[in-house]
């Protein structure tokens, strides 16, 4: 196990206490919920990461890379959503898209995987 195994596991504990910290704020804005939200995607997407680069699971790297993606997806939508109302801005259609987007993608990866991929 190396230290580009290791990164995403550090930077998914390194996330805990930033989570605690906003949790513990009072009083709660709707800009605190929204970066608790964008970090408990990234921390998932972290510790998706970890598991896809170690050795811990071999035969289930299909399905690690899978929730991988899907972890991946809602990220973009809760940094914009987090930005836009952290700037005092309107939602307009980008949050639409965004979501459409990343519903196309967890379907593209769940459903449909790649032709040339193999099931597991």
């Known amino acids: ?14 996330y805990i206490p930033l989570v605690i910290i906003t949790a ?50 809602p990220d973009d939508n809760q940094f914009y959503y987090f930005v836009r109302y952290y700037l005092y801005r309107s939602m307009g259609w980008g949050i639409i898209c965004q979501l459409c987007n990343s519903l196309g993608g967890s379907y593209r990866c769940i459903v449909r995987p790649c032709p040339g991929a193999t099931r597991s």
């Open 24 to 73: 513990c704020t009072r009083p709660w804005l709707k800009q605190h919920l929204l970066f608790i939200l964008f970090l408990i995607s990234r921390m998932l997407w972290s510790i998706f990461s970890f598991l896809l680069r170690s050795d811990l699971f071999p035969d289930q790297k299909m399905l690690i890379f899978r929730l991988d993606i899907c972890a991946l997806l």
């Open 1 to 14: 196990m190396n230290i580009i195994v290791l990164l995403p596991l550090l930077a998914a504990i390194a």
